[in-house]
């Protein structure tokens, strides 16, 4: 007996593959199709969108073919192996699509650079992390001389004073005057032309203190302005970088008489580290002094300007104001601006996303009814399990439809509120500058 199980192993062992082939052939001359293995399709959104593409989906969709494929099933299938084989088949590829929109960040948010505390020489400046402005006031005797409005001087103190209080909250200002000391004598001009001293020294504004200060002296003596504009770049040392901005203001009524070269301090100044720009006004200044103080603020790459009167002076500081009302108006519509660019580049690839997606659903929908009737009339399941197939098709598809419709909806309604919000936020800085450069 063993040895007849002996003999009979071996045979299987010798004539297994072919008895397998013999069978395979068979099969295939009696016609019936083989079965082929299909993954299971998704039920979930989530695996909807990750198992395509299909053989035939997109452009490699054709009918004839698809049928063929469908022929090769066996009769009496189920809705679950139908199902399987049509996304097998005509599931099309959501892939780029789920991309596009999960690249779009909904947040809309400007950076324009905004106006800064003072116009530089040319054009206007955008504000940085720091600004500091320092005024070098001319204290020499002629200070004392009287134009329209009242005393040079007096008028000078109270255009600066103003000029002052509207600077941004954070802005470092430093008061410096020179020739206050001795007199406009010759034996005091030693002592008149060494005299330039840091009244309110670097720091943000204080109306008491800095209003004190500007009561610290008089106009008497000579005008070392070179020297003036030498130790405001002392008081500058330190604030330097591209994200600080060093502004000087020169309010004098004449020229350098202490036998200093201003344009040179001037010139020294702005191309040093601090790149300090140098503005001057001439304060009721002849023709050559006009001259002379305008070499000066090109040196240090600022402006001159001349002003005959009181009210001249404040309204030549005031216009800084009014420049950066205008500024930060701009800076407003820049900023709206570039808060629609922005929403409208990301709408745009939402809504680009959307399309295509509602494409490629309806195609796939449209392509699966027409398997599903020839699978019908194939008599290839029956109108049981061809029910239930119908209803797994349109759970398919409108899973995918309602994704589509949720995320891109959920994605516009953010970008009109995200843009809504940065628009009210640019309107309301803005308000709330111009606001503090309007003029008492």
Sequence with gaps: MNKLLSWMLILCLIFGGGCSLFAKEEKEVSGEPEEKEVKQAATDIEGMLKEGPGKYAGNKYDEEKVKAELDKLPTGLTADEAYNHLVALLAENYEREVEM?????????????????????????????????????????????????????????????????KLPAGAQ???????????????????????????????????????KSLSRFNPTGWTPLAAAIEQAKTDLSGNTGENVENIVYVVSDGIETCGGDPVKAAKDLHESDIQAVVNIIGFDVDNEGQRALKKVAEAGGGKYATVNTGEDLREHLEEEYRSLREAWEMWRIDSSLEADRQWGDKWDVVNEAESSM???????????????????????????????????????????????????????????????????????????????????
Excluded: W
């Excluded at 960040?105 to 650079?113: C, M, S, Y």
């Excluded at 399941?381 to 589509?404: A, D, F, G, T, W």
């Design 173 to 211: 200002v430093a008061l410096r005057v020179y020739g206050h000391k001795g007199s406009n004598r010759k034996e005091d001009k030693d002592l008149s032309c060494q005299s330039t001293e840091l009244v309110y020294e670097p720091g943000t504004y204080d109306e008491k203190s800095f209003r």
């Design 101 to 165: 929109l999960d690249s779009v960040d909904p947040t809309i948010k400007t950076n324009l650079a905004t106006p800064g505390a003072a116009k530089a020489a040319e054009g206007e400046s955008a504000l940085p992390k720091q600004i500091n402005v320092e005024i070098l006031l001319d204290a020499s005797g002629s200070m004392a001389g009287r134009v329209p409005g009242g005393v040079k001087m007096d008028l000078a103190k109270d255009a600066i004073r103003s000029f002052v209080s």
């Design 358 to 440: 509602l494409d490629k659903t309806l195609r796939e929908d449209s392509r699966m009814l027409d398997a599903r009737i020839y699978l019908d009339e194939s008599g290839k399941m029956s109108r049981e399990e061809y029910n239930s197939l119908r209803e797994k098709v349109y759970h398919r598809i409108n899973q995918l439809r309602n994704y589509r419709r949720e995320r891109c909806s959920r994605l516009y309604d953010l970008l009109r509120e995200n843009r809504e919000k940065e628009r009210q936020r640019v309107r309301n800085k803005a308000d709330e500058m111009k606001e503090k450069y309007e003029l008492d």
